[in-house]
């Protein structure tokens, strides 16, 4: 994926911000990458250039610690992130027949983002709300007890947000 | 320095001061809602929301206060109410509108509404409390007893009920006494592998080396198990003060917490909790006023279920790949930074206080010799009252199962218990009399682990619980030793190839051949215990994988590949359009006869259709192997 100029700048700037004042011992690499990645949403090579820098050793080595770690993205996510809880009891609740619905309604598959970037679509491990299966995490919302169709409201309401929210927008805008 | 000050003079104003705030909350009537993460997903924060909304409408004076969890998840969201004149109330299942009117009604017309409530917390004359009822006499609660009680974001409430007095005992005594208690009182490590404790301190303490380190792994990564968010969510305080003392008795003066990204509400209340602390003086540089110095500080996992290993751990916070090492050196010798390293489950160091303040002869009385104490389970899966218990260690998975968690949900069949999550085993009915403690759960093939207990009913396949099992430490592997990276991936490909029909008369063989080898070749836990779901539901579910392999059938009706759905035409109403209309896929018509059939080659096996078929009917099957649909159109006449 290629960033574009604009892309690059915000990303480097990010980056330094993120690491002045920063220790060079090493123990703090993995903070410093989660801190990117909140800021940015993932990790692009050009940040992973300027921290292997600032620690001092070699980028391959950043990278490598990158992709290790199931939480670090190497593509920029969705605007709202989906995430299908793969826990055991989720999983004997019926969590693969919720990705197939996720998946079938996105038209994506897991781990891709919708054309759009409107959605991205991973599944994670246990987010400790076993009693609630299947769960699926839309941000930071959990969301409890998910069938197949209850996938097709959650959309629906997100679909309604967003005409509201355009409609509002488009509203300011005339005010202009 | 202010050495002469006496610790237990500076708590004492602290007290004193926290109990006067903490009794202002009930001068009017006090609302608690657990709003810990489980009971966020049940919609805990719109209850609050409503609830104040609610008290502004009708100009009505009340606290409302979010906790954390009670363990009852099953009835979340749960609502507690203090009113004069009654006995605190636990509601459950609250939503918005039951539970404005319950503040309604109970505010202004006195009207508690028994119809809606759980228990009463205290005893009296004309509601039940917990311990009428068998839950509540199986539980002893020790680690959870503040749970679901206290204001999580307020160290006041942790204080006023006697939090951070055992603090103070160790201040005035000689580590060399704390290490002596916590050896004497018999505690295991909670984190699964049941290591003593008070040895693990000791080591720690007379290795060479300084500074010292003390980490909390709240890396609570086993699908299935959420005693430690909980904890973390509901009494942070209780691992600070625990890990304190730890911190005093080893002559640490730096404390890590370990935890899980996937916490974000649990990272979100212990970071607030350690600046409480802080700020109260009872963390930080000269804690109540002695010499004794220690600091707490926050690192978050990323994600990988192997850095609940301690090496990986370590090599984590190191900014390396969570790649585990040899042991020995074991980290109480050399650990992070090669200083010695005590590493504590939350848990084990939210003992520590209790036992602290109670004696080493009071946990032991608790348990078993061998096994003093407590065990902490979140139960889950098909089972009635799913929630997070504390019951004494020696209780029995059947007590556990069916009189705590109140047996299988939806009158189904009890089939297999899981304990361990991926490193443990399947338990079948025959087992359920086995003692809950660290060393019977090994002997029956399973494992103690970190207590995550998902209970399986008819409708779950062995088979499939194997190959999920497997294919999530197939995956979490960290590829360091060659049997579990590619051992793993052989097994998991054979088991995917039963559970799709595929499977062959020799697979059987070849797995427990598999698994012998991936044990053996393996440096830690994960490797090492990963082959353990394959072999216990080998060893108690034969059957189950004979039928898939020999006949391409899955008895429990859930592989995907081996199963059909199937319209009984003589239960289908005909003019009822449900399935027709639940279907993604368009896969649903309406025959010459007008009833509903499924076509097999547009089916994507959703669910949605036996779902929507009104109970009354429930026409709609699943066949297994899919060849029965055709046999069946057949002899029933289905066009």
Same mark, same amino acid.
């Given at each position: 994926?290629?960033?574009?100029?604009?892309?690059?700048?915000?990303?480097?700037?990010?980056?330094?911000?993120?690491?002045?004042?920063?220790?060079?011992?090493?123990?703090?690499?993995?903070?410093?990458?989660?801190?990117?990645?909140?800021?940015?949403?993932?990790?692009?090579?050009?940040?992973?250039?300027?921290?292997?820098?600032?620690?001092?050793?070699?980028?391959?080595?950043?990278?490598?610690?990158?992709?290790?770690?199931?939480?670090?993205?190497?593509?920029?996510?969705?605007?709202?992130?989906?995430?299908?809880?793969?826990?055991?009891?989720?999983?004997?609740?019926?969590?693969?027949?919720?990705?197939?619905?996720? +998946?079938?309604?996105?038209?994506?598959?897991?781990?891709?983002?919708?054309?759009?970037?409107?959605?991205?679509? +991973?599944?994670?491990?246990?987010?400790?709300?076993?009693?609630?299966?299947?769960?699926?995490?839309?941000?930071?919302?959990?969301?409890?007890?998910?069938?197949?169709?209850?996938?097709?409201?959650?959309?629906?309401?997100?679909?309604?947000?967003?005409?509201?929210?355009?409609?509002?927008?488009?509203?300011?805008?005339?005010?202009? | 320095?202010?050495?002469?000050?006496?610790?237990?003079?500076?708590?004492?104003?602290?007290?004193?001061?926290? $109990?006067?705030?903490?009794?202002?909350?009930?001068?009017?009537?006090?609302?608690? =809602?657990?709003?810990?993460?489980?009971?966020?997903?049940?919609?805990?924060?719109?209850?609050?929301?409503?609830?104040?909304?609610?008290?502004? /409408?009708?100009?009505?004076?009340?606290?409302?206060?979010?906790? @954390?969890?009670?363990?009852?998840?099953?009835?979340?969201?749960?609502?507690? =109410?203090?009113?004069?004149?009654?006995?605190?109330?636990?509601?459950?299942?609250?939503?918005? @509108?039951?539970?404005?009117?319950? $503040?309604?009604?109970y505010l202004t017309d006195g009207d508690p509404g028994y119809e809606f409530a759980l228990v009463a917390l205290e005893p009296n004359d004309f509601f039940p409390t917990f311990s009428d009822f068998p839950r509540g006499v199986h539980e002893n609660k020790i680690v959870l007893d503040q749970c679901g009680f206290i204001d999580p974001q307020n160290i006041e409430h942790y204080i006023a009920t006697g939090g951070y007095s055992a603090l103070?005992?160790?201040?005035?005594?000689?580590?060399?006494?704390?290490?002596?208690?916590?050896? #004497?009182?018999?505690?295991?490590?909670?984190?699964?592998?049941?290591?003593?404790?008070?040895?693990? %301190?000791?080591?720690?303490?007379?290795?060479?080396?300084? &500074?010292?380190?003390?980490?909390?792994?709240?890396?609570?990564?086993?699908?299935?198990?959420?005693?430690?968010?909980?904890?973390?969510?509901?009494?942070?305080?209780?691992?600070?003060?625990?890990?304190?003392?730890?911190?005093? #008795?080893?002559?640490?003066?730096?404390?890590?917490?370990?935890?899980?990204?996937?916490?974000?509400?649990?990272?979100?209340?212990?970071?607030?909790?350690?600046?409480?602390?802080?700020?109260?003086?009872?963390?930080?540089?000269?804690?109540?006023?002695?010499?004794?110095?220690?600091?707490?500080? =926050?690192?978050?996992?990323?994600?990988?279920?192997?850095?609940?290993?301690?090496?990986?751990?370590? #090599?984590?916070?190191?900014?390396?790949?969570?790649? &585990?090492?040899?042991?020995?050196?074991?980290?109480?010798?050399?650990?992070? %930074?090669?200083?010695?390293?005590?590493?504590?489950?939350?848990?084990?160091?939210?003992?520590?206080?209790?036992?602290?303040?109670?004696?080493?002869? %009071?946990?032991?009385?608790?348990?078993?010799?061998?096994?003093?104490?407590?065990?902490?389970? !979140?139960?889950?899966?098909?089972?009635?009252?799913?929630?997070?218990?504390?019951?004494?260690?020696?209780?029995?998975?059947?007590?556990?199962?069916?009189?705590?968690?109140?047996?299988?949900?939806?009158?189904?069949?009890?089939?297999?218990?899981?304990?361990?999550?991926?490193?443990?085993?399947?338990?079948?009915?025959? #087992?359920?009399?086995?003692?809950?403690?660290?060393?019977?759960?090994?002997?029956?093939?399973?494992?103690?682990?970190?207590? @995550?207990?998902?209970?399986?009913?008819?409708?779950?396949?062995?088979?499939?619980?194997?190959?999920?099992?497997?294919?999530?430490?197939?995956?979490?592997?960290?590829?360091?030793?060659?049997?579990? /990276?590619?051992?793993?991936?052989?097994?998991?490909?054979?088991?995917?190839?039963?559970?799709?029909?595929?499977?062959?008369?020799?697979?059987?063989?070849?797995?427990?051949?598999?698994? !012998?080898?991936?044990?053996?070749?393996?440096?830690?836990?994960?490797?090492?215990? !990963?082959?353990?779901?394959?072999?216990?539901?080998?060893?108690?579910?034969?059957?189950?994988?004979?039928?898939?392999?020999?006949?391409?059938?899955?008895?429990?009706?859930?592989?995907?590949?081996?199963?059909?759905?199937?319209?009984?035409?003589?239960?289908?109403?005909?003019?009822?359009?449900?399935? $027709?209309?639940?279907?993604?896929?368009?896969?649903?018509?309406?025959?010459?006869?007008?009833?509903?059939?499924?076509?097999?080659?547009?089916?994507?096996?959703?669910?949605?259709?036996?779902?929507?078929?009104?109970?009354?009917?429930?026409?709609? $099957?699943?066949?297994? &192997?899919?060849?029965?649909?055709?046999?069946?159109?057949?002899?029933?006449?289905?066009?």
């Amino acid at each position: 994926m290629k960033l574009t100029a604009e892309e690059t700048i915000v990303a480097v700037e990010t980056t330094r911000e993120i690491l002045s004042g920063i220790h060079d011992s090493r123990g703090s690499l993995i903070p410093v990458l989660q801190r990117v990645q909140n800021k940015l949403g993932y990790v692009p090579p050009v940040a992973m250039q300027e921290v292997a820098a600032h620690f001092n050793i070699p980028a391959v080595d950043v990278y490598g610690v990158i992709t290790f770690y199931n939480q670090f993205r190497l593509t920029p996510p969705g605007k709202n992130q989906v995430k299908i809880c793969m826990g055991t009891a989720c999983h004997m609740r019926g969590a693969n027949i919720i990705q197939e619905a996720w +998946e079938r309604r996105l038209k994506i598959k897991v781990g891709e983002t919708t054309e759009d970037r409107e959605f991205s679509l +991973e599944r994670v491990a246990c987010v400790g709300c076993c009693t609630m299966a299947p769960v699926v995490v839309i941000n930071e919302e959990v969301n409890g007890k998910i069938t197949p169709t209850r996938v097709d409201g959650l959309l629906f309401s997100y679909e309604l947000d967003k005409k509201n929210e355009a409609a509002a927008k488009g509203g300011e805008n005339n005010g202009q | 320095m202010a050495s002469n000050t006496q610790p237990a003079v500076v708590y004492a104003a602290l007290k004193e001061q926290a $109990v006067q705030n903490r009794d202002k909350l009930f001068e009017k009537p006090l609302i608690m =809602i657990g709003a810990a993460t489980c009971g966020r997903a049940a919609g805990a924060l719109k209850l609050v929301e409503e609830i104040k909304n609610e008290l502004n /409408r009708l100009q009505l004076e009340a606290n409302v206060v979010e906790v @954390g969890c009670m363990g009852h998840c099953y009835a979340e969201p749960i609502m507690v =109410i203090y009113n004069e004149g009654f006995p605190p109330m636990a509601y459950g299942n609250v939503n918005e @509108g039951v539970g404005a009117r319950i $503040v309604r009604d109970y505010l202004t017309d006195g009207d508690p509404g028994y119809e809606f409530a759980l228990v009463a917390l205290e005893p009296n004359d004309f509601f039940p409390t917990f311990s009428d009822f068998p839950r509540g006499v199986h539980e002893n609660k020790i680690v959870l007893d503040q749970c679901g009680f206290i204001d999580p974001q307020n160290i006041e409430h942790y204080i006023a009920t006697g939090g951070y007095s055992a603090l103070v005992k160790v201040l005035e005594a000689d580590p060399g006494e704390i290490i002596e208690t916590v050896k #004497a009182s018999g505690l295991r490590g909670r984190g699964g592998a049941g290591f003593p404790t008070g040895l693990k %301190w000791e080591t720690c303490r007379n290795a060479g080396g300084s &500074p010292k380190y003390l980490i909390c792994n709240a890396d609570e990564g086993d699908p299935g198990a959420f005693m430690d968010r909980t904890i973390l969510e509901s009494t942070p305080h209780s691992l600070l003060e625990g890990m304190t003392i730890a911190g005093r #008795a080893v002559g640490s003066e730096k404390g890590y917490i370990y935890i899980r990204a996937e916490y974000p509400l649990a990272v979100e209340r212990i970071t607030q909790a350690v600046q409480q602390a802080r700020e109260k003086g009872l963390l930080g540089e000269n804690i109540l006023g002695t010499d004794f110095s220690f600091n707490i500080e =926050i690192f978050q996992g990323s994600g990988a279920f192997v850095c609940g290993e301690e090496t990986a751990l370590l #090599a984590s916070m190191e900014g390396r790949a969570g790649i &585990p090492t040899h042991k020995p050196p074991f980290p109480a010798d050399a650990g992070l %930074w090669g200083k010695p390293t005590v590493i504590n489950n939350v848990k084990s160091f939210s003992y520590v206080p209790h036992i602290m303040n109670n004696g080493a002869d %009071w946990f032991k009385s608790i348990g078993t010799e061998k096994n003093p104490g407590t065990a902490i389970f !979140a139960l889950a899966g098909k089972i009635e009252n799913t929630g997070l218990v504390e019951v004494p260690m020696s209780t029995t998975l059947n007590e556990l199962i069916f009189e705590v968690g109140g047996g299988i949900a939806g009158g189904k069949q009890f089939k297999a218990v899981q304990i361990g999550g991926p490193s443990g085993g399947c338990m079948p009915e025959s #087992a359920l009399e086995t003692p809950i403690d660290f060393d019977s759960l090994t002997e029956a093939g399973a494992m103690m682990g970190s207590g @995550g207990m998902v209970v399986l009913d008819e409708d779950d396949c062995m088979v499939e619980i194997a190959r999920y099992f497997l294919d999530f430490t197939q995956k979490e592997s960290c590829g360091k030793c060659t049997f579990c /990276r590619l051992g793993t991936k052989h097994m998991l490909d054979i088991l995917e190839r039963i559970t799709k029909g595929q499977g062959r008369p020799e697979d059987i063989d070849l797995l427990m051949e598999l698994a !012998a080898r991936v044990k053996e070749g393996s440096l830690c836990n994960l490797g090492k215990t !990963a082959p353990n779901p394959v072999l216990s539901t080998i060893r108690h579910f034969r059957d189950e994988y004979d039928a898939h392999i020999n006949e391409g059938r899955c008895p429990s009706l859930m592989c995907k590949d081996l199963i059909a759905y199937y319209i009984l035409p003589d239960k289908c109403e005909r003019s009822c359009d449900a399935c $027709v209309g639940s279907c993604p896929v368009e896969a649903i018509f309406s025959n010459e006869d007008r009833i509903k059939v499924i076509d097999q080659e547009k089916c994507v096996k959703c669910d949605s259709c036996k779902v929507a078929c009104p109970p009354q009917y429930a026409a709609v $099957v699943k066949l297994s &192997p899919p060849s029965e649909v055709a046999a069946r159109e057949q002899g029933e006449g289905v066009k």
